[in-house]
């Protein structure tokens, strides 16, 4: 059985960095493509942040483009998204997902495995 965890979030002041871990177990990494997702208010959809392929090519919202970085660890299943010059507007519950293919893209609804989430606060 697949899991996702997330860590890592926390209250942060505007202009500081946090970085979110995503742990994964039950599948085989390298035959994924992993994302990042956030939801800034309950009711809200969720927006896709970062997306990283099987071959490592990755995507970026344009929200988040030169402020975030996706990336995956060397030998463990670890997902990791580094968030520099963090602004209110980040404000979120910070969700990664996996699915089994080589290429994903910012459509939530077609991912197969999704974490719990974990809270980011940017205060101004």
């Known amino acids: 059985q697949v899991h996702l965890v997330e860590s890592g979030g926390g209250s942060v002041q505007a202009g500081g960095s946090l970085r979110l871990s995503c742990a994964g177990s039950?599948?085989?990494?390298?035959?994924?493509?992993f994302a990042w997702f956030r939801r800034q208010a309950p009711g809200n959809q969720r927006e896709g942040v970062a997306?990283?392929?099987?071959?490592?090519?990755?995507r970026y919202a344009d929200s988040v483009k030169g402020r975030f970085a996706i990336s995956k660890g060397n030998s463990d299943n670890i997902l990791y998204l580094q968030m520099n010059s963090l602004e209110p507007e980040d404000t979120a519950m910070y969700y990664c997902?996996?699915?089994?293919?080589?290429?994903?893209?910012?459509?939530?609804?077609?991912?197969?495995?999704w974490g719990q989430g974990t809270q980011v606060t940017v205060s101004s």
């Open positions: 997902a996996a699915h089994p293919s080589r290429t994903c893209g910012f459509n939530g609804p077609s991912y197969r495995h």
């Open positions: 039950g599948f085989i990494y390298t035959n994924y493509c």
């Open positions: 997306i990283i392929n099987s071959d490592g090519s990755v």
